[in-house]
């Protein structure tokens, strides 16, 4: 039983839709849908990526139910992927019929099209018992649930918590080694230490590059292209 995904509020552009229009017809989808969770995600990042779950009930309004850290590199769309991953896996254990909101339209995407497999690692727990949608919603219009879940994403790098590894899929993979390589690069590209050596001019030859590290005799090493 395949997880709905749901974009229809991606049908209206956000500078011709008030706020209080979005927010009447996501009251309309949730009437319809009827759920018995209604779950949150949040992103951040500023340094450190973090994440962030929260429910929200009537009786008790929004509590937060995880909080996470992502490696360095880790980008949003990941962390985005790794909140669902989560939220998946508590909407199953809490069973009933669960709503998960997500104003990250670029998981979305890659959910409905499971590019590189992304949907059969990230949704594919759930079975014919459990009934899950995933949805899409704008951010920063005043959604009580999403506000509380990027507050509470931005709260999570003060929280001492263990870092968690996602590895969905060679997308994620992919994406994570690159964007370290990246900033790696940038320290490298920042300093002269690796320049200077020996004083001896670069050149660059008309062949395929390889990685080279140079210990300046401290705890930091620079890594290069040479």
Same mark, same amino acid.
């Given at each position: ?107 979305? !995407?890659?959910? +409905? *099209? =499971? ?5 059969? /690692?990230?949704?594919? #727990? ?5 009934? $899950? ?53 940038? !320290?490298?590209? +920042? *300093? =002269? ?5 020996? /004083?001896?001019?670069? #050149? ?5 590059? $390889? ?16």
């Amino acid at each position: 039983n395949k997880i709905n995904i749901d974009a229809e509020l991606a049908l209206f552009k956000k500078c011709e839709t008030s706020p209080e229009l979005y927010k009447s017809m996501l009251a309309e989808i949730k009437a319809k849908y009827s759920p018995d969770i209604t779950l949150y995600i949040g992103s951040y990042q500023d340094g450190v990526t973090s994440f962030a779950l929260v429910q929200q009930t009537r009786e008790t309004g929004c509590t937060i139910i995880k909080q996470g850290l992502l490696p360095m590199s880790t980008g949003i769309f990941t962390a985005e992927l790794n909140a669902i991953d989560n939220a998946v896996l508590y909407a199953i254990q809490k069973k009933g019929k669960a709503l998960i909101c997500t104003d990250s339209l670029s998981a979305i !995407h890659a959910l +409905s *099209s =499971n590019k590189k497999g992304v949907y059969n /690692n990230v949704l594919k #727990k759930s079975n014919i018992h459990h009934e $899950i949608t995933l949805l899409w919603i704008p951010s920063h219009i005043g959604i009580q649930g999403n506000e509380h879940a990027d507050m509470a994403a931005k709260q999570a790098p003060f929280i001492p918590l263990v870092y968690e590894t996602p590895c969905f899929s060679k997308l994620i993979v992919n994406t994570y080694i690159t964007q370290h390589f990246q900033n790696l690069l940038q !320290h490298w590209q +920042s *300093s =002269n230490c690796f320049l200077r050596l020996h /004083n001896l001019p670069l #050149k660059v030859p008309n062949t395929t590059p $390889i990685l080279a590290m140079h210990y300046n005799g401290t705890n930091e090493s620079w890594i290069g292209i040479i």
